[in-house]
């Protein structure tokens, strides 16, 4: 089993869409919480960390639940540059961050 | 630009011989990270360096793997005698020891023919 897992997608919508993103993982000492976002053929890049109390940067909201060990994230009102794949990560500390395998969005007109 | 940087961004070789690619993180960043990514999956942890100590590796980097960052400063990923299962983009991150935000790099593409 892996240590994060993620629905690959792809998830198809419309521009102006609301779409949600879920992941779960299996270490319980797991500290830290990230959602990342990779464009095709390019390095990953921060989008949010996520906290047990939940935090919102503008259309992205993400959600943490350490009894379910499960994370979300939503976007609303899609746009055709949030097409990407959104990677969801945990770390058990300052060191290594374990990646799920993605979730794959494209947005179309 | 101040970010991470890697070299070269792209490696074809023939399987058998030896590569070595090359990382420069942000500058006042102690941490230095190696992860690889294949095709479909997410970036898997390789190794990491604070300042020039090596303090963990994964059973990923087997004896053909060797890493190094002997001033503190840059890194170097070697791989002896590649095989077609080492295609991969090899990343490099970097962060300050107490922030969690780990910052990558644009990657070395590396494909064993």
């Given amino acids: 089993r892996k240590e994060v897992e993620q629905d690959p997608g792809p998830f198809n919508v419309p521009e102006g869409a609301t779409v949600a993103f879920n992941c779960t993982y299996s270490n319980s000492a797991s500290q830290s919480f990230f959602w990342y976002r990779q464009d095709c053929r390019k390095e990953p890049k921060l989008l949010m960390s996520v906290y047990s109390s939940g935090n919102e940067d503008g259309r992205f909201t993400a959600q943490l639940n350490r009894a379910s060990q499960y994370i979300s994230l939503l976007i609303r009102d899609s746009k055709l540059s949030d097409s990407a794949t959104y990677l969801c990560v945990v770390s058990a500390g300052f060191q290594k961050l374990v990646f799920g395998t993605g979730t794959r969005l494209l947005v179309s007109p | ?113």
Wanted: charged content about 25%.
């Fill in chain 2, 1 to 113: 630009d101040t970010g991470v940087s890697q070299n070269p961004r792209h490696k074809i070789t023939k399987r058998g011989q030896n590569v070595t690619f090359r990382c420069d993180p942000i500058s006042e960043h102690n941490r230095l990270y190696w992860y690889r990514q294949t095709l479909g999956q997410g970036p898997e942890f390789l190794t990491y360096f604070q300042n020039e100590a090596q303090l963990e590796k994964s059973r990923l980097l087997s004896d053909r793997f060797s890493a190094e960052r002997p001033k503190g400063s840059f890194s170097t990923l070697e791989i002896q005698r590649t095989e077609q299962g080492d295609s991969a983009m090899y990343l490099c991150a970097s962060s300050m020891t107490g922030l969690e935000t780990q910052y990558f790099g644009p990657g070395t593409r590396l494909l064993v023919l």
